[in-house]
Structure formats: structure tokens, C-alpha cells
């Protein structure tokens, strides 16, 4: 009898509480203003997600000239500049704002810092949606740097008090290399405690860690363009075992499967649980499955709807 393959996993794994409030917002923008409505940028980096979505009534647009007047306008959970804020206001828009509020923290620091007079460096990933928001959002110049040699380039006197913000989707063991370069090369540095950045990006990079040192290939669910999947892919190739990232079972090769007793599945914070069902039903086609789960954090998290949303019929005000 072929010995079954064991899948293992991850705890937690997939929806984080942002991206929950983000997708509900749609839902319910939908089910009170009626289709269509409009969301700036996808709303979570997910195919699957935004099909449904769209499929609902949702228009999926880059540019908020794409939206006609006086139309329900929905900023993605990785938030907006402060331009696009002001665009929307001058097009007196009807705006619901999904940016997570672990985001707009990050933007509520940043201007913090700024007005302490500190120079800010961003700790993130050129051309991410949430880097230009953030960026977007402090009006004071922002050095964005991703490594320690980054930091070592920049063109900032050493004696400058600098403040560093960072991208949500980093965990600690990401920024800890380039927080010790920026203490290492300026003598005042402040910063966050960035264990309080995003609870969920911390708790998945830990569970892929564990995950990893109990399975002999990593299968990440999420999309090519989501942050935070692609690091822990990057997580369980630097623990030394085979990773992919798969947007859903159908990009399984069984050729992963040679020699392979014991699969670790996790899924990004922008991937729904039955994308991780349509991997583990792929898998099955190949051998015989036991699925367990990894014990982890439980996660209790949720943030509140918009109050547009919340209260019984009150309408979307124009963006102020
Ligand atoms: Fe918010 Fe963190 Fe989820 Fe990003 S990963 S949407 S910051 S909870």
C-alpha cells in the first residue's frame, strides 16, 4: 500500500484581519449602494479574490479618472497617497477607505516623525502599492532603503536624527539587518517597536519557520504579486527545502512530490482558505493525503467596517 503523503498545515495561515475588512467592505458596498462599485487598485492581491469580486459588481480601476462622477469609490487595503486622497475630493467622489488600519498607523508615524523634524527612512520595497501610499502620505522627503547596503548608499550626514517607518508586509527578522545598519551608521535613531507593525505578517513568517523544519517541500498559496506570500516562500528556501508559490492547486507539478514524505502548506494574508482546499484536492489526485495541522497562534483580530458602513442607512459622503 502506497505510504500516504503527509500535509501539514500552517497555524495560522491565509486571511489576516485586514484584508477581512477590506473584502467586506466591497461585499457590503455592493449589497447597499448596488453594483457597480469602484476600487481603486485591487483590493487585496488576489486573483481569485477580485474575480469574485468583480463578478459581484465590483470595477477594478488604476486611476480614479477610470470611475464616472458620483460613483461609490473604494481605496484598496494597502492605502493611497495623499494625492489621490485630494483627487478624489476635488471630484467630490464618494470615497470608503479599506486601507488597513495597521497602514494608516504606518502613515500616522511617518507624519509624526517628520514633524519631530527627524529625516524618515522607509524600510520597504520600491514600486509596492503600500510604499507609494506611505510615501504619498508624509509630506517631508523619505529615503527608501530594503537592505543594510542600501542604507550604507544613502547620501545623509551621519550626525541627521533619522526616524525609520517600514512596509507592513516585513516581519522583525526582515527589518532587523537594515534597523542595525541605520543604528550603526547614525548616531540618533528612532523607530517603532516593529514587533507592533502587523501582527499576522510576524505570526505567518514564524509558522512557516516552524512548518519548514517538519516538511521536506513548502507550498506557499498566493499571488506572484502579493508581498507577504513571496517572503514566505523566500522563508522556507532560506530554511534550506524546496518552496513554491502557487496561486492555487492547479499549478502544482507533481514532479515536487519525488522523494517527498511530508508537504508543508501555508497560504498568504491574501489568500482564502479555499484556494489551500484546492491544493490539498490536487495533491490527492497524486497520492493518498493525511492532513494535520501545526499547532500556532490563534488569531483574534478584527477591525471595525467604516462607520458609513456600519450604520443602517447613512450614505457615502463625498471625499473630504
Ligand atoms: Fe493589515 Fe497586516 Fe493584513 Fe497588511 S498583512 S492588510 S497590514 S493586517
Same mark, same amino acid.
Request: aromatic fraction near 4%.
Given at each position: 500500500?502506497?505510504?500516504?503523503?503527509?500535509?501539514?498545515?500552517?497555524?495560522?495561515?491565509?486571511?489576516?484581519?485586514?484584508?477581512?475588512?477590506?473584502?467586506?467592505?466591497?461585499?457590503?458596498?455592493?449589497?447597499?449602494?448596488?453594483?457597480?462599485?469602484?476600487?481603486?487598485?485591487?483590493?487585496?492581491? *488576489? !486573483?481569485?479574490?477580485?474575480?469574485?469580486?468583480?463578478?459581484?459588481? +465590483?470595477?477594478?480601476?488604476?486611476?480614479?479618472?477610470?470611475?464616472?462622477?458620483?460613483?461609490?469609490?473604494?481605496?484598496?487595503?494597502?492605502?493611497?497617497?495623499?494625492?489621490?486622497?485630494?483627487?478624489? !475630493?476635488? =471630484?467630490?467622489?464618494?470615497?470608503?477607505? +479599506?486601507?488597513?488600519?495597521?497602514?494608516?498607523?504606518?502613515?500616522?508615524?511617518?507624519?509624526?516623525? #517628520?514633524? %519631530?523634524?527627524?529625516?524618515?527612512?522607509?524600510?520597504?520595497?520600491?514600486?509596492?502599492?503600500?510604499?507609494?501610499?506611505?510615501?504619498?502620505?508624509?509630506?517631508?522627503?523619505?529615503? /527608501?532603503?530594503?537592505?543594510?547596503?542600501?542604507?550604507?548608499?544613502?547620501?545623509?550626514?551621519?550626525?541627521?536624527?533619522?526616524?525609520?517607518?517600514?512596509?507592513?508586509?516585513?516581519?522583525?527578522?526582515?527589518?532587523?539587518?537594515?534597523?542595525? #545598519?541605520?543604528?550603526? =551608521?547614525?548616531?540618533?535613531?528612532?523607530?517603532?517597536?516593529?514587533?507592533?507593525?502587523?501582527?499576522?505578517?510576524?505570526? !505567518?513568517?514564524?509558522?512557516?519557520?516552524?512548518?519548514?523544519?517538519?516538511?521536506?517541500? /513548502?507550498?506557499?498559496?498566493?499571488?506572484? *504579486?502579493?508581498?507577504?506570500? *513571496?517572503?514566505?516562500?523566500?522563508?522556507?528556501?532560506?530554511?534550506?527545502?524546496?518552496?513554491? /508559490?502557487?496561486?492555487?492547486?492547479?499549478?502544482?507539478?507533481?514532479?515536487?512530490?519525488?522523494?517527498?514524505?511530508?508537504?508543508?502548506?501555508? +497560504?498568504? +494574508?491574501?489568500?482564502?482558505?479555499?484556494?489551500?482546499?484546492?491544493?490539498?484536492?490536487? /495533491?490527492?489526485?497524486?497520492?493518498?493525503?493525511?492532513? %494535520?495541522?501545526?499547532?500556532?497562534?490563534?488569531? *483574534?483580530?478584527?477591525?471595525?467596517?467604516?462607520?458609513?458602513? !456600519?450604520?443602517?442607512? #447613512?450614505?457615502?459622503?463625498?471625499?473630504?
Amino acid at each position: 500500500m502506497t505510504t500516504p503523503l503527509q500535509v501539514i498545515l500552517a497555524q495560522p495561515r491565509g486571511f489576516c484581519a485586514g484584508v477581512v475588512r477590506a473584502i467586506d467592505i466591497v461585499e457590503k458596498a455592493i449589497e447597499r449602494y448596488s453594483a457597480p462599485v469602484y476600487v481603486r487598485h485591487e483590493i487585496v492581491h *488576489n !486573483r481569485h479574490v477580485v474575480d469574485k469580486l468583480r463578478r459581484k459588481g +465590483a470595477v477594478f480601476v488604476e486611476d480614479l479618472t477610470e470611475i464616472p462622477p458620483g460613483a461609490v469609490t473604494i481605496f484598496s487595503a494597502h492605502g493611497v497617497a495623499r494625492s489621490v486622497q485630494e483627487e478624489a !475630493r476635488l =471630484r467630490e467622489l464618494p470615497v470608503l477607505d +479599506a486601507t488597513c488600519p495597521l497602514v494608516t498607523k504606518v502613515h500616522i508615524q511617518g507624519r509624526r516623525y #517628520a514633524k %519631530s523634524g527627524r529625516t524618515i527612512v522607509l524600510i520597504g520595497h520600491a514600486g509596492h502599492v503600500e510604499v507609494i501610499g506611505t510615501m504619498g502620505q508624509v509630506d517631508a522627503p523619505m529615503h /527608501l532603503v530594503s537592505t543594510p547596503e542600501e542604507v550604507e548608499a544613502l547620501s545623509i550626514p551621519v550626525d541627521t536624527p533619522i526616524a525609520y517607518v517600514t512596509q507592513t508586509t516585513l516581519s522583525v527578522d526582515d527589518t532587523r539587518g537594515v534597523i542595525m #545598519a541605520l543604528h550603526a =551608521r547614525f548616531a540618533d535613531v528612532e523607530g517603532p517597536d516593529v514587533s507592533e507593525i502587523c501582527y499576522a505578517t510576524q505570526n !505567518r513568517q514564524t509558522a512557516v519557520r516552524d512548518l519548514a523544519r517538519v516538511s521536506d517541500l /513548502l507550498i506557499v498559496v498566493g499571488a506572484a *504579486n502579493s508581498s507577504n506570500s *513571496n517572503r514566505l516562500r523566500e522563508i522556507g528556501a532560506e530554511m534550506g527545502i524546496p518552496s513554491y /508559490l502557487v496561486d492555487d492547486g492547479d499549478s502544482v507539478d507533481p514532479v515536487w512530490l519525488d522523494g517527498v514524505a511530508a508537504v508543508g502548506i501555508t +497560504a498568504g +494574508a491574501s489568500a482564502p482558505d479555499e484556494l489551500v482546499d484546492s491544493v490539498i484536492a490536487a /495533491l490527492r489526485l497524486l497520492r493518498p493525503v493525511r492532513v %494535520s495541522q501545526l499547532d500556532g497562534v490563534e488569531e *483574534n483580530v478584527e477591525f471595525s467596517l467604516p462607520a458609513e458602513l !456600519r450604520m443602517p442607512h #447613512a450614505t457615502v459622503a463625498a471625499a473630504e
